[in-house]
């Protein structure tokens, strides 16, 4: 009986040993798929959630407007009424007018590319965040400044007046100006410790690179030719309200 209770005894350890061996193996096994599926919460979390807080290009461009709103107020719309290219006289002639396509194309070509260089080389500056933003404060300023000054002038004809003046090239340039400070709005930035992952990971950064360029130049091309070929038409049907 001895004999058998102390082989009975010396089996349990042996078990014991390699059930903690099975255990230790599977241990790194549960880490990694815990790992994978907290990126792939994230990942996801990332992707359906991630507009739905304003964000900070968002709420600056909203203050600048709101501070062009009152800026209107504060000066009581002095020069509301004053002569310019967007009073009575000026929209009558903007009815039927003939644009000079070729003229109006090197103007256009000349001032955006000068401030597409411009964009650029503050993007790969050391202020290029601090201009981005600055950018995107004064376009909120001007825009709700215009609207407002039309608005007083024209009643909401002047909301569509305004719209008229940025549409549609102004989309296309809109979607250029975040590709070029792209760098300031992107920061899901991953670690990765394996060769492998590295290589990949930087093949995919080439790739993005090289599809940011032709997208930039697209956008463009596609808004110069619309502020020359497009938006004087729509100009043109939108003052014909104001007859």
């Not at 099975?22 to 990942?43: K, L, T, W």
Request: proline share 2%; hydrophobic share 40%; net charge positive.
């Amino acid at each position: 009986m001895n004999r058998f209770d102390t082989g009975g005894w010396n089996s349990d350890p042996v078990d014991n040993s390699g059930s903690a061996g099975q255990s230790g193996q599977n241990m790194p096994q549960n880490v990694s798929q815990d790992v994978q599926a907290q990126d792939a919460y994230i990942d996801y979390r990332k992707l359906h959630y991630k507009n739905t807080i304003p964000d900070n290009r968002v709420l600056v461009f909203l203050t600048g407007f709101c501070v062009g709103m009152v800026f209107f107020y504060l000066t009581g719309g002095q020069n509301a009424g004053a002569g310019g290219l967007l009073d009575g006289e000026h929209l009558a002639m903007l009815q039927d007018f003939e644009v000079n396509r070729l003229g109006l194309f090197e103007y256009v070509m000349g001032v955006r590319l000068r401030q597409f260089l411009f964009c650029t080389i503050c993007a790969l500056s050391s202020v290029g965040g601090l201009m981005a933003y600055s950018v995107m404060g004064w376009c909120g300023f001007e825009i709700g400044l215009l609207i407002f000054t039309l608005v007083y002038q024209y009643g909401m004809k002047g909301i569509l007046l305004t719209f008229s003046m940025f549409f549609p090239q102004g989309i296309f340039y809109c979607i250029l100006f975040l590709l070029i400070f792209r760098k300031y709005w992107t920061s899901d930035k991953k670690c990765c410790h394996k060769e492998m992952t590295v290589k990949r990971e930087r093949n995919r950064q080439r790739m993005d690179r090289i599809k940011t360029v032709v997208l930039g130049l697209l956008m463009f091309c596609a808004g110069i030719l619309c502020e020359v070929y497009i938006n004087p038409e729509i100009m043109r049907k939108i003052t014909l309200l104001f007859g």
